[in-house]
Each structure stands twice: as C-alpha cells, then as structure tokens.
C-alpha cells in the first residue's frame, strides 16, 4: 500500500501578510482618487474648450462635480465616434504605455517583491519580535509614501494627458457637430434640435440666440457669430422654433433674419 506523502501546507509570515495588507490599503484609495481625478479633469478640459470656442469665460458659469461627470461621459462619447482619429494620436500610445507601467511596477511590489528570497530571509528575523515587525513596516510605508511624494510630477504626468486629449478632442467634435446648426441661423426650417431661445423682460424682447450656457445669474447667447453674456435678472428665457422666429421678424420685434444677413440659405 502506497503512503502519501502530504505537502505541507504554506504558511504566510506575519510580516510578509502584514506589508501586503497595508499596500492593498494603500493602493485601494490612491486607485479611487486617479480615477476621479481623472474624470473630473476630462469634464473639465471638455467644457473650458467648449466655451473659450465662443469667447466665453468658464469662470462665469462654474459647474459642480456631478456636471463636469456628465462633460466627462460626453467627451468619450464623442471620443468613441471617431477613436479612429484619436488612436493614431503618439500621445495616446505613450499615456497608455505610461499608465500600464505604472501599474506593473505597483503589482510587482504588492505581489512579487513580498515573496522573494529576499524579502523572506529579511522577513524572518521580524517575525520574531513582533514590535520590530511593526517598526520596519511603519519605516517601510513611509519610505514608500515619501518615494511616490517623490515622483508625482512623472506619475501624474501620463494620467493627466489622457484626460486632457480625451476632453480637448470631445469637445472639438461636439463645436464642430453644434456649429453646423448655430450658424444655420435661429429662422433655418431644417434644424432638427437647434432651436434658438429667447430672453423676455416681460413683454420685450431682450436678446435671442442659441443658449452656449447658462447659470443661476446669466446666460451666454450665440447669434450672428458672436456670443453675448447676459445678467439674467427677472428675465424669462423661452424656446424659439424657427417658425415662430420668422413670425417676429416679420412683426417686427427681432432685428432681421439671421440667415439673410449671413449670406446662407
């Protein structure tokens, strides 16, 4: 009758599971931050191009963090329509490569390095002397915070141009589609959603246009090829279809048909 012989079993030193433990924790919210960071960065690249298009300053109409979320998950809707372009960007190909070495050297550390030769046989005499095990531990982190305090600039560096091209790029395609409309003209019958708005004080009419933006205390209107950044006041602000459009210019009220001034049909 054969004896099995039984492996036994694999113990995982103190210290060793102990220095894992803590770079885990560590790894979690630095992980969490990059990605908000991220897309908070992308949003906001998004709309300062989006605006600075139309002479519109974005300190004007700040946003909050959930907008700039919604900006972000445009920017890489428009970045997926044509990511045929974006990809044969260098930069793209240089911020990915950045990226996944980062996170390469982060999981050799975490995972690998703990179990070397190395690592066990300096690992050995802490788990003797609990106290000490905490000490070098507490040592080692604070290296290890200090070296990535250290390198910022070169870590933070891939993971800004990414969300910078993403936005730049998202942005450049959403003017390029809302440009076709604007300069349309508010009165062209064929825009499917570019219908202008227009600003009351109660029965005049104080401006009308294509709304770029809009906050608690002004509005940014395009018209002609040029935007105007109006206090809102005790304004009203109305949607404007091109029928009705026509309807006051031709009453008088609105000073001209946008498309007979520019030349366009």
């Known amino acids: 009758m054969d004896v099995v012989e039984e492996k036994p079993s694999v113990v995982e030193k ?48 700040k946003s909050d963090v959930s907008e700039y979320f919604v900006y972000a998950y445009i920017a890489v809707l428009e970045t997926l329509r044509n990511w045929m372009t974006l990809i044969s960007n260098p930069w793209v190909w240089l911020s990915i490569i950045g990226i996944i070495l980062l996170f390469g050297i982060e999981w050799i550390c975490l995972e690998k390095l703990p179990k070397t030769a190395a690592a066990k046989s300096l690992a050995t005499p802490l788990d003797r002397n609990k106290y000490m095990a905490l000490t070098a531990a507490l040592v080692g982190l604070s290296a290890a915070v200090t070296t990535v305090l250290l390198l910022v600039p070169l870590i933070i560096l891939p993971l800004i141009i990414v969300p910078a091209i993403v936005g730049t790029y998202g942005a450049h395609q959403s003017l390029e589609r809302d440009l076709a409309i604007y300069d349309k003209g508010c009165d062209h019958p064929n825009n499917p959603k570019g219908y202008c708005h227009v600003i009351m004080d109660g029965s005049r009419i104080v401006a009308t246009g294509f709304l770029v933006a809009a906050s608690n205390t002004r509005v940014a209107i395009y018209e002609n090829a040029k935007a105007k950044i109006i206090p809102i006041k005790t304004y009203t602000i109305e949607t404007l279809p091109p029928k009705d459009y026509l309807a006051l210019a031709a009453a008088g009220k609105i000073g001209g048909i946008t498309s007979a001034k520019s030349g366009q049909p």
Do not use: H
């Not at 630095?30 to 300062?48: F, K, N």
């Open 14 to 61: 103190p210290a060793v599971a102990f220095a894992a433990r803590i770079g885990s924790l560590v790894a979690v919210p630095i992980l969490a931050s990059i990605c908000y960071a991220a897309l908070y960065l992308t949003g906001l690249v998004y709309r300062q191009i989006y605006l600075e298009r139309f002479d519109v300053p974005e300190t004007l109409f």
